[in-house]
């Protein structure tokens, strides 16, 4: 999948080119015009863009462009995360995420998945938890789990980012991902924030 970088910048970060060689720079507005944009990945640049009308401004127009859109931002918020994702945005991320981070993230987005930093999804349970009174249930699928499943599932119920997961079951970040796509299988979600709301016993929407 193409990356597409949509900044008014003058040249790609560093840290972009590292984790996509391939990628293109282009401005917001031009997107529209670029062959196979439709098909990307597009990565909006809301570090230059300073109040929250214009930054949903600039993240509808990148939606009508391609149905995979992830925002960055310099100091990414709860209100403003929950915002962007309500109104159709693939990924909300910090803007200094790393090369491993970035194709972390177009990983998931790229498989149908919403990426949230981990911090605001570990406030997203918690807000859940408050706001939803669940019915006592096992929630679809954990049954089916191995051991080592169930463990990275819990985790990722608590918020826990990939590395986190690697470090504290002691193993590689390519091995939680495999359980991750077994376990997302098994389960009948999509992503991690559908994960995390399951493992809490907080009932999720699934697509028709």
């Known amino acids: 999948m193409d990356q597409i970088f949509l900044s008014d910048g003058n040249t790609l970060a560093a840290r972009w080119r590292e984790a996509f060689p391939r990628a293109r720079l282009v401005e917001p507005r031009a997107a529209a015009e670029i062959d196979g944009a439709a098909g990307a990945l597009l990565w909006l640049d809301g570090g230059r863009i ?5 930054l949903e401004r600039a993240a509808r127009r990148a939606l009508e462009v391609s149905p995979r859109v992830i925002v960055m931002r310099p ?3 709860e209100s403003e995360a929950f915002a962007l994702l309500s109104r159709g945005v693939s990924g909300y991320c910090h803007l200094a995420a790393s090369p491993a981070q970035l194709r972390e993230i177009a990983g998931v987005v790229a498989e149908g998945g919403i990426w949230m930093p981990p ?5 997203l349970v918690s807000l859940s938890r408050r706001v939803v009174s669940p019915e006592p249930r096992d929630a679809a699928g954990v049954s089916s789990l191995t051991d080592k499943e169930f463990a990275v599932a819990s985790l990722v119920g608590g918020g826990a980012s990939n590395r986190e997961i690697a470090e504290r079951l002691a193993m590689s ?16 979600v999509r992503d991690r924030v559908q994960l995390a709301l399951a493992m809490n016993d907080i009932p999720i ?3 028709s």
């Open 50 to 54: 300073g109040d929250r009308e214009s």
């Open 75 to 77: 100091a990414p918020s």
């Open 173 to 188: 970040e390519r091995t939680v991902k495999a359980h991750l796509s077994s376990i997302f299988r098994k389960m009948d």
């Open 205 to 207: 929407a699934k697509e």
């Open 119 to 123: 911090e605001l999804l570990r406030r």
